[in-house]
């Protein structure tokens, strides 16, 4: 069954809709034609596959005014009362001292969390510091070694020395 009307079919183009008009619209008579050049030819009169609607015109719009709030103006929005079919009205709403009750939670949860952090890591410092103490002693300890030995070959070269001397002499 073919539609009867344009409202019945989407895809059909209505015959009211105005035709698009170029004005660099080029005539594909011969200059020898009694047509004018003049560019005024619409493209639907030239070629109907190329019909386009126009696109509508924009309504005029109230200025939406500006966003610059004076300091004078009030700080919160007055309380609304919404219908009760209304989602608004549905959605669950915070007062003042539920949001301070869990701000305050909140708080004190992360200071818990800091001093927690303070303490753990004042006791890995206190770790760190006992164990450099540990390897200083471990190095000074190994310093005096150290001297000592270096003392005891100098003695012992000292002597062979000495003795290699003492020998080569008889």
């Keep these: 069954m073919a539609p009867t009307s344009h409202l019945d079919d989407p895809f059909q183009i209505p015959s009211t809709a105005p035709s698009i008009v170029h004005t660099d619209a080029i005539n594909t008579t011969t200059p020898s034609s009694s047509q004018s050049t003049s560019g005024t030819s ?13 696109r509508p015109r924009l ?3 109230k200025s939406s005014g500006t966003n610059i ?16 079919d209304d989602a608004r009205a549905m959605s669950p709403r915070r007062s003042t001292e ?11 949860s992360i200071e818990r969390r800091v001093i927690h952090l303070k303490r753990h890591m004042q006791s890995g410092l206190e770790a760190i510091a006992t164990q ?4 200083s002693k471990n190095c000074e300890s190994l ?7 270096q003392d005891a070959i100098g003695d012992m070269t000292r002597s062979l020395s000495r003795e290699s001397l003492t020998s080569k002499k008889k």
């Design 69 to 84: 709030i004076p300091r004078e103006a009030p700080t919160e929005a007055p309380p609304q009362d919404f219908p009760p």
């Design 59 to 61: 309504t005029s719009r």
């Design 132 to 135: 450099i103490e540990t390897v």
């Design 98 to 108: 539920e949001t301070d009750k869990m701000l305050t939670s909140a708080r004190q």
């Design 42 to 54: 619409t493209d639907t009169d030239e070629n109907p596959n190329r019909s386009k609607l126009s």
């Design 143 to 149: 310093d005096r070694q150290n001297q000592a030995l």
